[in-house]
């Protein structure tokens, strides 16, 4: 390399320098990422990405749940919500944790109940096909009715099913508002309209023999404690109109999923790529992200960045609980606590996680192919894996990936790179994070993207190009307690549980 070369690329690398933010990451899955023979024996066993899964953390991860909400007077059902994930082997966990099920489609109510669940233990959620419904309304399923379309589909096969069971239903409010706020909500596809909520209700009312009326359903996924507390303040104030209106008592209040787990080990190199990425777009400078994308923020009419709340939201550093705590015990609203209104009222809570009992439970394995300088001078690692893999157009990973070389050179200077798949087409890109390396990835190294088992694995699914898709490897600690053992996942879900 000549000295102009070296002074070219030492300008790039000073300019072009993105601050790196590790991802969180459980004690089990730091000890395998230090076991780097066994982790190669792994990516060997498929062509394509392997998922490796840890039900043994999912199982911590329920019971963690259980014993936050065993505080409280209410009762709770806890209904994981399996669309995260498609594997049996976590729906088993749920299933041998004693917990229920959320599906959101037929064919993952029949998943459940292959893997044992009774429809009594099943929430039927998500926009609904006469399958589905039918499936559902035979199996006893709870089902949050979506719409006024639906019910009256369910009173019209409920009046010809051989069982004549009355459908178990509860009402998808759409468009709940906090009262101590003033706020435009986004349009949501989901639920039924405030304003035609008694139109449903009173049809409810006159079928009375087709319908067991359980309550209201809402989910908004959001970071604030404040908001959902006013979420859940609304439900509660129109399940009291109902009874008091139409006599319809409630019994049940589903407020839905959306539980933030910690994905950030340190919260200062957060705050730090962020203010990388928000100083650059106030300065005209690059933001350190694909094509300056800056994951949303633009420059607002004042000439200042604009979203940047957004991006600050995708890094936690603190699970679910301090959240929910804040929400339940909540007294702007009300002259006392939410728990408290929920509990003196016999209602019974359900929820619907999803992210936070599949939190660190997983870890996907990709090889390199290699390495280049981009036209701009960036550098980018080309890996073995695209964005159906890990649903990257999804839940874009924002945290580095973790790079595991075959050999270590201790020459090698830091390295910052982008993430680029191995589709034929300009969106396969895996994160618009440039991210920081301690080498220069070399080809058959193993790239790995942390914390993959909720939604980021296999939410998208597909093979383009004819590439294979992810295959997941179940890893559980060794009952010896000195090592791993790893099983394939239909053989685990079989056989080991």
């Not at 933001?287 to 923020?297: F, H, I, L």
Request: proline share 4%; charged share 25%.
């Amino acid at each position: 390399m000549n000295s102009t070369e070296e002074n070219n690329q030492s300008t790039c690398y000073t300019e072009r320098r993105t601050p790196g933010v590790k991802a969180f990451l459980h004690s089990f899955a730091k000890s395998l990422l230090e076991n780097k023979e066994k982790l190669f024996e792994l990516k060997a066993l498929h062509h394509g990405p392997v998922h490796l899964i840890f039900p043994h953390i999912m199982q911590e991860n329920i019971k963690k749940m259980q014993m936050f909400f065993s505080q409280y007077a209410f009762e709770t059902h806890i209904y994981y919500t399996c669309k995260p994930n498609k594997s049996k082997v976590f729906l088993k966990e749920a299933f041998n944790n004693s917990i229920k099920v959320d599906v959101s489609s037929a064919q993952e109510l029949i998943t459940a109940l292959s893997v044992g669940f009774r429809g009594h233990d099943i929430g039927c959620t998500n926009l609904k096909n006469h399958h589905y419904l039918r499936l559902a309304m035979e199996h006893d399923c709870l089902i949050s009715v979506d719409n006024l379309s639906e019910l009256h589909a369910l009173k019209d096969m409920q009046s010809d099913s051989r069982y004549k069971n009355k459908c178990r239903i509860l009402l998808r409010v759409a468009n709940l508002k906090p009262k101590d706020r003033i706020m435009t909500s986004k349009i949501s596809k989901f639920g039924i309209a405030v304003s035609e909520l008694p139109k449903a209700v009173d049809y409810i009312v006159s079928q009375a023999e087709s319908f067991d009326f359980y309550g209201l359903h809402f989910h908004h996924d959001n970071p604030i404690p404040d908001l959902h507390a006013g979420y859940i303040d609304h439900a509660l104030t129109l399940m009291e109109q109902i009874e008091k209106n139409q006599a319809l008592p409630s019994r049940l209040l589903n407020i839905g999923g959306g539980f933030r787990v910690e994905n950030i080990e340190d919260i200062n190199e957060w705050s730090a790529f962020v203010d990388h990425v928000s100083e650059g777009l106030n300065n005209n400078l690059d933001t350190g992200t694909w094509n300056n994308q800056a994951y949303g923020m633009k420059l607002n009419e004042k000439g200042r960045a604009g979203g940047r709340s957004k991006l600050e939201s995708k890094g936690k550093n603190k699970d679910y609980t301090a959240f929910l705590k804040d929400v339940l015990e909540n007294t702007r609203l009300r002259d006392y606590p939410l728990h408290r209104f929920i509990g003196d009222n016999l209602l019974s809570v359900m929820v619907e996680p999803g992210a936070s009992l599949l939190g660190h439970a997983g870890l996907t394995l990709m090889s390199v192919n290699g390495t280049k300088k981009l036209g701009n001078c960036d550098n980018a690692v080309f890996v073995d894996g695209n964005i159906y893999n890990i649903s990257g157009q999804f839940i874009e990973p924002a945290t580095d990936f973790i790079h595991i070389s075959r050999s270590v050179k201790h020459d090698d200077k830091p390295y910052d790179a982008y993430i680029i798949d191995n589709l034929c087409n300009e969106r396969g890109v895996l994160s618009q994070k440039c991210m920081y390396f301690d080498q220069q990835p070399q080809a058959g190294d193993l790239m790995i993207v942390p914390n993959t088992a909720s939604y980021l694995s296999d939410f998208e699914d597909a093979s383009p190009h004819m590439h294979p898709q992810g295959h997941k490897v179940v890893v559980t600690p060794s009952e010896k307690g000195d090592g791993i053992n790893f099983y394939d996942e239909a053989y685990y879900s079989q056989n080991k549980q």
